[in-house]
Every structure is written in structure tokens, then in C-alpha cells.
């Protein structure tokens, strides 16, 4: 029977070249996921189906909730699916739940928004058992500078100055209505919300974000640096390891 298997997966990406799958690059949480699938479906070697994700985490990038599909032939019920998977993935790869959906489901295309988190540590000590989900800075920012000046960020904008991709085609045009700042003692965490981030995007907003925080830029610069619409004007990209996919909405 022809199914459209939707599937919430999390994963530790420390190991992995991003979700993408690449050619001749195995170590992508995509490029797993069809490997598995394949074997759980019998194809013939070499036909593997296309796992489509609601987004394209970077290398290093984690994912506690992020959406996929897929279309099988297959019998197996929603729970045969999800051991199946959970046995013959890596560790560092699980899967929460499988669903069919209907056939017109897409989980890149039908997704509304999505909600990520970028986690710094600003104590002194070293956070050696949280380390590959952190962003160590050795000092505390200002987080009510970073405060005011997220706030420049919300609303709908042409966030060009914040994509890494300088030949990006499509539009550059995004929405954020939220950005939080919650510090929870040595850490401090930012949430952004969106209907879609360009690539790199919430690393380069938390990289300005910091530079504000240190004083290195001021709250104030935060406009001319959007309407420049150039990346070089903002600030650096923030490492991979603190940012993680919270949830992805339909």
C-alpha cells in the first residue's frame, strides 16, 4: 500500500555534514535516513527513496523535532516504522513518532513556521558535559543591549544582510515575530520564531546579536545594516554547536 510517511526525528548533528544529502558524502542525517529506509523497504540496490526534511540544518546544527516525509510502499503499521528505524539508526539519530499522512502532505512546503533555540555559555568554568550543544564565549554579554536590539529584527524584512549565500536567487524576504532572551544561570539561550530562515541566518543574527552585547556594535546600527542588504555589514557567523531546531509548525 502506497503511504506517505511522516516521520519527527531528532538528532545530535556534531557528527554530520548537516541534513542535506550529499554525492559521495555518507554522513548526512538525510543521507542515513535513506539508507535505512532502503533497507526497510527491500529496493534494489542503488533505488533509494527521497526523504524530503522541512528544512536544511548546517553541519554541527542539532534537531530536536525536525518534520520529514517520505512515500513507501509498504504494510508495516506506524510503530513497526518507528522500530525499524530506531533499531538500525545510529545512536545519535532517533525517531519520536511516525504518522501517515495524507498524500498531499509536504514537509518543506507546508510548513508555517519554525522555532529555533541558540544556547551560549557565559560562565567561567568550562560546561564539559553540555559541550557539543553550547557556544562557550568566556564572558556574559549585555543581554538587555541584545534585547533592544532584536527587537530591530521583528517584523517582515529582507534579511539579505543576514544569508550566507551571496548568489541566493529567491527572496530574501522573512518574517521573525519573536526573539527571547532567557538566561538560565550560566547559559543563555535565544529562541527565534519564523515563517523560514535563509541559510545561516539565525547564526549570523545571533553573531550580531553578541557584537552588541560586547559593545563591539550598538543597538541603533541594527537598521542601517538590514537596508545595506549586504552580509558583510553584520556580524560574524556564530559556531554550529549551539543551535538547535525546536519544533516546526504546520
Excluded at 7 to 29: A, F, K, S, V
Excluded at 100 to 119: I, W
Excluded at 149 to 162: E, L, M, W, Y
Amino acid at each position: 500500500m502506497k503511504r506517505n510517511v511522516k516521520l519527527t526525528i531528532r538528532y545530535d548533528g556534531t557528527r554530520y555534514y548537516g541534513w542535506e544529502h550529499q554525492p559521495g558524502e555518507p554522513m548526512t542525517i538525510q543521507g542515513k535516513l535513506e539508507q535505512v529506509s532502503a533497507r526497510m523497504l527491500s529496493l534494489p540496490e542503488g533505488e533509494i527513496p527521497q526523504i524530503i526534511g522541512a528544512g536544511r540544518t548546517d553541519a554541527g546544527v542539532h534537531a530536536r523535532a525536525m518534520i520529514a516525509c517520505f512515500h513507501a510502499d509498504t504494510d508495516m503499521t506506524e510503530e513497526e516504522i518507528k522500530r525499524y528505524f530506531n533499531r538500525y539508526l545510529p545512536d545519535d539519530i532517533g525517531i519520536d513518532r511516525v504518522q501517515f499522512a495524507s498524500p498531499r502532505f509536504h514537509a518543506r512546503y507546508n510548513a508555517t513556521g519554525k522555532l529555533y533555540c541558540y544556547s551560549l555559555w557565559t560562565g567561567e568554568s568550562k560546561p564539559v558535559f553540555e559541550r557539543r550543544y553550547l557556544t562557550v564565549l568566556g564572558a556574559a554579554p549585555d543581554v538587555e543591549k541584545m534585547r533592544d536590539a532584536a527587537a530591530h529584527f521583528i517584523g517582515t524584512h529582507d534579511f539579505k544582510s543576514f544569508c550566507a549565500n551571496p548568489r541566493m536567487k529567491k527572496s530574501t524576504v522573512r518574517t521573525v515575530d519573536e526573539i527571547r532572551l532567557k538566561q538560565e544561570g550560566d547559559i543563555l539561550r535565544i529562541y527565534y520564531h519564523g515563517n523560514g530562515f535563509l541559510q545561516n541566518m539565525v547564526r549570523i543574527l545571533t553573531g550580531t546579536l553578541l557584537e552588541v552585547g560586547f559593545s563591539r556594535m550598538e543597538s541603533k546600527d541594527i537598521p542601517g545594516i538590514m537596508a545595506a542588504l549586504d552580509r558583510k555589514k553584520a556580524g560574524p557567523t556564530a559556531p554550529p554547536e549551539g543551535l538547535c531546531l525546536i519544533r516546526v509548525d504546520y
